[in-house]
C-alpha cells in the first residue's frame, strides 16, 4: 500500500512541473481522490456498495472530483487541479494516464451495461475534454482541451475539437482537409457550410450564363463589349476576402 504511496508522488513530480515538494503535493486533491477511489473501490468489490458511494461522496465532496466506485483505475493515474472530473461506473482507466479538470468519462446509454469509455494506457486528456459512450481511446493519444470524442480512437493519436477529429497519427499530420485550424475555426465538413458551398457553386453557374447572355445581347445590339465584367464570385476579385476552408 505505501508503495503504491510512494508512486503516486512520485508520479506528481513527473507530471506537474509545478510541484516542488512532498509536502506540497500532498495537498493536491487529484492525489486524495485516488486515494478515496482505492478504498471505494475495494469496498465495491466487496459488495458494500452503500458504503463505497457514501466514500466516493464524501471524496467528491473534498475534492470536487467525482470517480464512481465501480471505475476501473490504472497505475499512475494521475489528476491534475481536478475541480469538476467526473469518472462514470463502467470506465476503464490505463496505466499512466494524465487528466486535468473538468473532464467526463461518460456514459451515453441507461442500460445496466459497459456504458463509459475505456482509456489506453499513456493516455494525456485536456481540460474539459468529455469522452463519452462505451469507446475505447487506444495508448498513447492526447485528447485536446474541450474536445468532445464518441468514436473510438486507435492508437496514438491526437484528436480535437467538437465533435473530436484526429489531426496526428503516429506523429504525422492527418488528411489536412479534415480540419481548418485557424483561428475563426470553420469546419468545411459542417452541414452548413456545405451547403453554402453547393448554394455558391450554383450561383457560379447562373451568373456565367447570365454573362453570356449579356455578351450575346450586346453582339446582337452592335454594342461595344464590356471586358471589364468581373466574374462576382472569382477570388481575385473579392478585396479583402480570404476564404479558408
Ligand atoms: C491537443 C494537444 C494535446 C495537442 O498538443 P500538441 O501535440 O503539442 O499539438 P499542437 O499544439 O502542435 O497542435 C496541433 C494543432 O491542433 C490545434 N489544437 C491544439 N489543441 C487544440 C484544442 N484543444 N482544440 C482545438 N485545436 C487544438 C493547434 O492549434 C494546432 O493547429 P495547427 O496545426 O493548425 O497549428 C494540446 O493542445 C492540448 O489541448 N493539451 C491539453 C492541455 C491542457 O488541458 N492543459 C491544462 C493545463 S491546466
Not at 181 to 204: A, F
Amino acid at each position: 500500500m505505501f508503495g503504491g504511496i510512494r508512486e503516486d508522488i512520485k508520479t506528481v513530480f513527473v507530471k506537474d512541473p509545478a510541484a516542488r515538494s512532498v509536502l506540497e503535493v500532498l495537498t493536491y486533491p487529484g492525489l486524495h481522490a485516488l486515494w478515496f477511489h482505492r478504498v471505494a473501490h475495494r469496498l465495491w468489490r466487496a459488495r458494500c456498495a452503500s458504503l463505497a458511494r457514501i466514500v466516493s461522496q464524501v471524496s467528491r465532496f473534498l475534492t470536487g472530483i467525482e470517480i464512481h466506485p465501480g471505475a476501473q483505475i490504472g497505475r499512475r493515474f494521475f489528476i491534475d487541479h481536478g475541480m469538476g472530473v467526473v469518472i462514470g461506473e463502467t470506465a476503464i482507466v490505463g496505466d499512466d494516464v494524465l487528466m486535468y479538470h473538468q473532464v467526463t468519462l461518460g456514459g451515453t446509454s441507461l442500460t445496466h451495461t459497459k456504458r463509459h469509455p475505456t482509456i489506453g494506457n499513456g493516455v494525456l486528456i485536456g481540460m474539459g475534454a468529455k469522452i463519452l459512450g462505451p469507446i475505447t481511446i487506444g495508448d498513447h493519444c492526447k485528447i485536446g482541451a474541450n474536445a468532445v470524442v464518441n468514436k473510438d480512437i486507435p492508437d496514438n493519436c491526437t484528436v480535437v475539437g467538437i465533435p473530436g477529429r484526429i489531426i496526428r497519427r503516429n506523429g504525422a499530420p492527418t488528411d489536412s482537409a479534415v480540419m481548418d485550424n485557424t483561428i475563426n475555426r470553420v469546419d468545411p465538413r459542417d452541414d452548413t457550410i456545405q451547403e453554402l458551398m453547393s448554394r455558391l457553386e450554383l450561383l457560379e453557374r447562373h451568373s456565367e450564363k447570365l454573362e453570356e447572355l449579356i455578351e450575346r445581347i450586346e453582339t446582337h445590339e452592335g454594342l461595344p463589349h464590356n471586358h471589364n465584367h468581373h466574374h462576382p464570385y472569382d477570388q481575385d476579385t473579392l478585396p479583402g476576402y480570404e476564404v479558408s476552408i
